[in-house]
Structures are given as C-alpha cells and as structure tokens.
C-alpha cells in the first residue's frame, strides 16, 4: 500500500507541475495579448504635460500617483481588456472631463518624467519666474461634427461655447444667415486647434445623444503643412524660415570646404 502511496504521490506532484506551466504559459499569452491590444489603440487621451505616446509609454512607471493626485476623478488606470495600456493614466471626457485646476496637481507628483512639468509652465514677466499654466496644456483637440451638431442645424445651442474655460477663444461663435429660413442666423462653434487645450469640458457638456464635439488625441485631430510652408504673416514663422534658411547655408559652405580639402587629398595622391 505504502509503494502504491508514493506512486500516486509523484503523479500528483506532475500533474500540479504540468498545470501549472500550462497556467503560466495561458498567462503569458493573455498577458501578451492585452500589450498587443493596447498598442493597436491610439483613441487615448493622458493627462496634462504628458509626453509623446511612444515615449510615454516607455517612461511611465505605473505607479498611479497622479490618478490619485487629481480631485476631480478625472484620470483612471488602464486595466486589462479596455484596450488601455495596462496601469497607464488616460481619460475619457464625455464621462468626466479635465477640469483645468490652476495647480495642476496630477503633473509635479509625477517621478518618472512622463508627465513634463516643463510643458505647463510659463515665463511670469511679474514674479521674473517660470510659473503653472494649464492653458499651454495640449492633452487633445475637439472636434466638430457639422452633421449631428444642433447649432448647425439653426437649433440655437451654445452649450459647448459656454462650457470651454478658454471661451472665445479656443471655442468661438460664428454667426451666419439662416438661408433656409431667411430669417434666423446659424450661431456654429469653431475650434481654434492653437488654443484649445483638449480638456473635453466641451464633450461632456454637449446635449446630442452622442456626443457631435469630441476630443481627439492632437496627432490624429492635426495635419502638418511641411517645414517648407511659411506664414508670411507669422513673425515666428518668418524667424523659423530665416535660421532655416542660415543652417542651409551654412551646410553648403561646410560641403563646399570639404570639397576643397578632398579635391587637395586626390591632387596629393595622384601626385
């Protein structure tokens, strides 16, 4: 009985040891599969001076300090299969939206340098010191639907304009005629993509079903007219052109000298 014992024993002791790794391998695969799922989503909005997603992704430790740090709830942790990185601060603004706190106090608790304070600061000509504003933050950029959007209809609604902390000016009023009808004017809001700072206030504010101003991750909402383009109205624009067009010349005269010293190499060899 007792050899009979040992040998039920040592296949006790496979069978747990085979279930187990086939545990840990069904874990690393579900595992894996959410790292998948989360990179194939770029829909994510993160907080206020968050760093480029690639690199954000990289430097954030997943400790949730500033989901902890902010009074509104606003910020949650991705968990496994809401197609989030897993740990990682993101919001969603129909649901609760950035409340733009004047302290910012999601971004300085922050150890790891993904969210960078440096991207919310500003240069007080007063105090002769660099101080918070989170009016420089750039956490996403709302987008209109001119087709399920009321105001666009000739159904006055301003309920977006009224709810943007930056009102006429990342959200603007524009009034034209009602040629329908001959005799009301459309008052349609306008985004202006520079100012707007993608806190999603305007979102969770709007009265359609679903939501027709919506808040997108800026390198989805945003194209780029190429480093040739300049605005000839824009004296930052005109000062980028210049210093480009001097690091140009400057290349030239540096191909040129080594031209030179090239040409004077081959001379030597070939004498």
């Not at 006790?12 to 194939?40: R, V």
């Not at 996403?140 to 009224?162: H, K, L, M, P, T």
């Not at 800026?218 to 690091?247: N, P, Q, S, V």
Request: proline content about 6%; some cysteine; aromatic content about 6%.
């Amino acid at each position: 009985m007792k050899k009979k014992d040992k040998v039920a024993t040592r296949r006790d002791i496979l069978k747990t040891l085979l279930k187990g790794g086939g545990y840990l391998g069904i874990g690393g695969l579900t595992w894996g599969a959410y790292l998948n799922e989360a990179k194939s989503e770029p829909m994510i909005l993160r907080p206020p001076a968050a760093i480029d997603e690639e690199e954000f992704v990289k430097a954030c430790v997943k400790c949730g300090t500033c989901v902890e740090a902010c009074p509104y709830d606003t910020l949650r942790l991705g968990t496994p299969g809401d197609t989030k990185p897993v740990g990682m601060p993101y919001f969603v603004p129909r649901e609760i939206a950035c409340e733009m706190c004047p302290d910012i106090p999601c971004v300085p608790v922050c150890p790891s340098g993904a969210l960078d304070i440096n991207k919310v600061q500003t240069f007080d000509e007063k105090k002769q010191e660099k101080v918070l504003d989170i009016n420089k933050a750039q956490m996403g950029v709302a987008i209109i639907d001119n087709e399920s959007c009321i105001a666009f209809w000739g159904i006055q609604c301003d309920i977006c304009y009224r709810a943007c902390p930056l009102i006429d000016e990342a959200i603007k009023l524009e009034y034209t005629q009602n040629e329908r009808t001959g005799k009301h004017a459309f008052l349609r809001p306008v985004v202006d993509n520079a100012v707007c700072t993608g806190c999603g206030l305007c979102e969770n504010a709007c009265v359609t079903e679903k939501a027709s101003i919506r808040v997108l991750p800026r390198t989805l909402a945003t194209g780029k007219a190429g480093d040739h383009y300049i605005k000839g109205w824009d004296k930052e624009d005109e000062k980028r052109m210049k210093e480009k067009e001097g690091e140009e010349q400057q290349e030239k005269v540096s191909d040129k000298a080594l031209e030179y010293l090239n040409g004077d190499w081959e001379d030597l060899i070939d004498d």
